[in-house]
């Protein structure tokens, strides 16, 4: 399937450092997504990054996509404890997959 | 808040009984899915809805049977679950069918069956 390895499973980081969330993935992609999930709480979009593109920003987040490795990765700056949640990589496919399907997720703790 | 409304929050039912779970949003989009997430899991698709029409059905069992009345609603009908079936479910939609699409969620229905 072309679902996604994240690492590291779970990553816990004082307030104000930075956190990076690694994304692996098995075959070709048009597009990878990154989304975020609080305890007891839906989904909520991120950043969409295309597979012509190399780096993408919004705010704090940084998000990188190397397609030769099939591997992205998730910065996030200035981490706050609001930024405590479950974060997951999503891959379409490279053929008109019609479908997203995410990756094993990192849960992130910030420590305040 | 989210733009994706679901409900109840929570549902408890035994394995005999036949209950809904609905799903909701007012922004105009042509695709809604139906997700399923286990605790620590990622979410795993059901079903895709594009223009009120099933158009993934991701080899679920027959005793969820989903329904689109219309573009702003989303049904998800269980009749008869088994406890392995206890979940989150999560609804979703975007502005039109395709993974190059950003998907909203609602908060999802916890259901426990007993």
């Known amino acids: 399937s072309q679902q996604g390895e994240e690492d590291p499973q779970a990553l816990s980081i004082q307030e104000g450092e930075n956190a990076t969330m690694n994304c692996s993935y098995k075959?070709?992609?048009?597009?990878l997504q990154w989304y975020r999930q609080n305890s007891g709480r839906g989904l909520v979009h991120l950043i969409l990054?295309?597979?012509?593109?190399r780096e993408k920003h919004s705010g704090r987040l940084r998000v990188t996509l190397d397609t030769s490795k099939k591997s992205s990765s998730l910065l996030i700056t200035a981490s706050r404890a609001a930024d405590t949640a479950s974060y997951f990589c999503?891959?379409?496919?490279?053929?008109?997959?019609?479908?997203?399907?995410f990756g094993t997720g990192t849960r992130l703790t910030i420590i305040p | 808040d989210t733009e994706v409304t679901q409900t109840p929050k929570h549902l408890v039912m035994g394995m005999t009984n036949k209950k809904s779970l609905k799903c909701e949003q007012h922004?105009?989009?042509?695709?809604m899915y139906w997700y399923k997430q286990k605790a620590k899991k990622p979410p795993e698709l059901m079903f895709v809805?594009?223009?009120?029409?099933?158009?993934i059905n991701e080899s679920v069992p027959s005793r969820f049977s989903p329904e689109c009345p219309n573009s702003s609603l989303l049904n998800l009908h269980l009749h008869a679950l088994q406890p392995e079936d206890s979940a989150l479910y999560l609804c979703?939609?975007?502005?039109?069918?395709?993974?190059?699409?950003?998907?909203?969620f609602g908060d999802g229905t916890r259901l426990s069956i007993l």
């Open positions: 979703a939609s975007s502005q039109g069918q395709g993974p190059n699409q950003p998907q909203h």
């Open positions: 075959t070709s992609i048009n597009n």
């Open positions: 990054i295309r597979s012509n593109e």
């Open positions: 999503a891959t379409d496919g490279r053929f008109g997959n019609e479908k997203l399907t």
């Open positions: 922004m105009g989009h042509r695709a």
């Open positions: 809805y594009s223009y009120e029409k099933l158009s």
